[in-house]
């Protein structure tokens, strides 16, 4: 039951509206962001009802995919306009289900700028089978994905599980999550979805180079060298 005073600030909160983001016109955001996720049905990364995928307009404000539309033919007016502190500007849409996992990971780590989440069938494999993906047989991968970092599993849209996603995302960009999917970061959408693409062919990879016999691992001088490539310090 709410107490008198939750129930002034209720009460409070729907007398004042919510100021409308800094920038106001995010019509093009909105549209580049339903193309990425029409662009991550179309490559069979994500299903018609799963994933979900945001951006960080500005200090306050991110858009995020809504939930209940068709992801395949996802539109620029079926993109939602939240505050960090979660209050919906697009009453008209429900935002997706996993809405406090992607705020907890922005109000934590102010570098992150997008985030894609979805459930590849590979990646998602070996999450399942608590795996680890091999991001150092193909330079490629390391040099984009680097180490992939783990979250515990809780159950999706819980607070459980947006506490233990925003923890892992401090620990990299790559996040696989026990038995359920996949979730990257960066500094901008096709970064982080340049990420996610990458580590589904990783986790490919990882399974045909097995069948084939174990293949060999890019060793630690060719780690360093493709770090000092990418400008990083060594991933752990
Ligand atoms: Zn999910």
């Known amino acids: 039951m709410k107490t008198p005073s939750a129930q002034r600030k209720g009460r409070a909160a729907r007398a004042t509206p919510p100021a409308p983001p800094s920038r106001t016109d995010l019509s093009a955001d909105r549209r580049e962001l339903a193309a990425f996720m029409r662009r991550l049905y179309r490559q069979r990364l994500t299903t018609t009802s799963g994933g979900n995928l945001s951006v960080r307009v500005d200090a306050d404000s991110i858009l995020l995919t809504a939930s209940k539309h068709d992801k395949a033919r996802l539109t620029a007016g079926q993109v939602c306009v939240l505050?960090?502190?979660?209050?919906?500007?697009?009453?008209?849409?429900?935002?997706?289900?996993?809405?406090?996992?992607?705020?907890?990971?922005?109000?934590?780590?102010?570098?992150?700028?997008?985030?894609?989440?979805?459930?590849?069938?590979?990646?998602?494999?070996?999450?399942?089978?608590?795996?680890?993906?091999?991001?150092?047989?193909?330079?490629?991968?390391?040099?984009?994905?680097?180490?992939?970092?783990?979250?515990?599993?809780?159950?999706?849209?819980?607070?459980?599980?947006?506490?233990?996603?925003?923890?892992?995302?401090?620990?990299?960009?790559?996040?696989?999550?026990?038995?359920?999917?996949?979730?990257?970061?960066?500094?901008?959408?096709?970064?982080?979805?340049?990420?996610?693409?990458?580590?589904?062919?990783?986790?490919q990879t990882t399974l045909i180079v097995r069948q084939l016999g174990g293949g060999r691992p890019l060793d630690d001088d060719r780690l360093a060298e493709l770090d000092r490539l990418m400008g990083r310090n060594r991933r752990a």
């Open 83 to 203: 505050r960090l502190d979660g209050t919906n500007l697009t009453p008209g849409l429900t935002p997706s289900i996993e809405a406090g996992m992607h705020l907890a990971i922005y109000c934590r780590h102010p570098h992150v700028r997008a985030i894609v989440h979805a459930h590849p069938a590979t990646a998602t494999a070996f999450c399942a089978a608590r795996e680890p993906i091999n991001c150092r047989l193909i330079a490629e991968a390391y040099a984009v994905v680097g180490t992939p970092v783990w979250a515990d599993y809780a159950c999706m849209g819980s607070e459980g599980l947006a506490e233990a996603v925003a923890e892992a995302a401090g620990r990299g960009p790559c996040v696989l999550m026990a038995n359920h999917g996949i979730l990257t970061t960066g500094a901008t959408l096709l970064e982080a979805f340049d990420c996610l693409e990458v580590l589904e062919i990783a986790a």
